[in-house]
């Protein structure tokens, strides 16, 4: 059993069958990926996999416990954080305060964005932040305003405050759309690096091509809302029903 079980999930929405009978087994500290064409599912299905959509068919399951009908509060006390395919940061707010947040909210349990001067005043946080950025390559923009960085660095300092909570499950929706291929390639060597020092499991839906198969242990494929094929990288290159669902030829 995968650290993350996905069974027998179906969603419709209307008369849309958005997803019909996917089962799914993460395998833990893997990067598993899910991909598929424009409307396959992808966005429906991870957003059932973090609580926010519930399925009207099936479970999902986090380490034996389902995510379902959970808060976004307990999936994160759970083990799961989420990166969104919008960066989700405070603009206006420095770097290195957007790093003291999660932070905060973690040990404290809550976090609003008028206690300020509650959360700068924690020592222990402000060195955990510190400390992270620096891990992170990101310590030289800590006085920066967030909204200022580059959408590579964005996306960095997205992840690190992710990683503040201490998941051991990270899900990344499209994390590099809107980069340029030198942001894209170093978000891929900042994953890797995450996943090789770690004990981490990644769960990814991504288009770029380059990007999946530079990461995933596992690859999943879906097409109008229902699993394809799931085998290794390797063997999902050239394989013809992905041929048939991405580039429409026959089988």
């Known amino acids: 059993m995968g650290i993350l079980e996905v069974k027998d999930v179906g969603k419709r929405f209307g008369g849309l069958q958005a997803l019909g009978d996917v089962n799914l087994s993460v395998q ?3 990067c598993h990926a899910i991909i598929g064409p424009n409307g396959a599912g992808k966005s429906t299905l991870l957003n059932c996999l973090i609580g926010k959509l519930i399925p009207d068919t099936g479970s999902v399951l986090f380490d034996g416990q389902s995510v379902l009908g959970r808060t976004p509060y307990e999936i994160c006390q759970m083990g799961i954080s989420r990166v969104f395919q919008t960066p989700e940061i405070f603009g206006d707010l420095s770097v290195l305060e957007n790093m003291m947040i999660p932070i905060f909210a973690k040990r404290d349990g809550a976090f609003e964005l ?4 509650s959360v700068f005043a924690q020592r222990d946080v402000l060195e955990q932040a510190e400390h992270m950025l620096a891990e992170m390559n990101l310590a030289d923009k800590r006085h920066m305003h967030a909204a ?3 959408r ?6 997205e992840i690190a405050m992710c990683l503040s909570q201490n998941p051991r499950l990270l899900l990344l929706d499209e994390p590099t759309a809107g980069m340029a291929r030198a942001d894209t390639n170093n978000t891929i060597d900042l994953l890797k690096q995450i996943k090789d020092e770690r004990d981490i499991t990644i769960a990814i839906i991504e288009h770029d091509m380059h990007v999946v ?3 995933a242990d596992r690859i999943t494929v879906l097409a109008q ?3 394809l094929v799931e085998d ?5 290159k050239g394989h013809p029903k992905v041929r048939e669902a991405y580039l429409g030829e026959s089988a």
């Not at 008028?114 to 001067?117: G, K, P, T, V």
């Not at 590579?152 to 300092?157: N, P, Q, T, V």
């Not at 290794?232 to 999902?236: G, V």
């Open 232 to 236: 290794t990288p390797d063997k999902i």
């Open 213 to 215: 198969f530079s990461l």
């Open 114 to 117: 008028n206690a300020f001067s």
């Open 225 to 227: 809302g229902r699993p």
């Open 148 to 150: 200022a960085m580059s």
């Open 152 to 157: 590579g660095d964005k996306r960095r300092l």
């Open 28 to 30: 833990e500290n893997s």
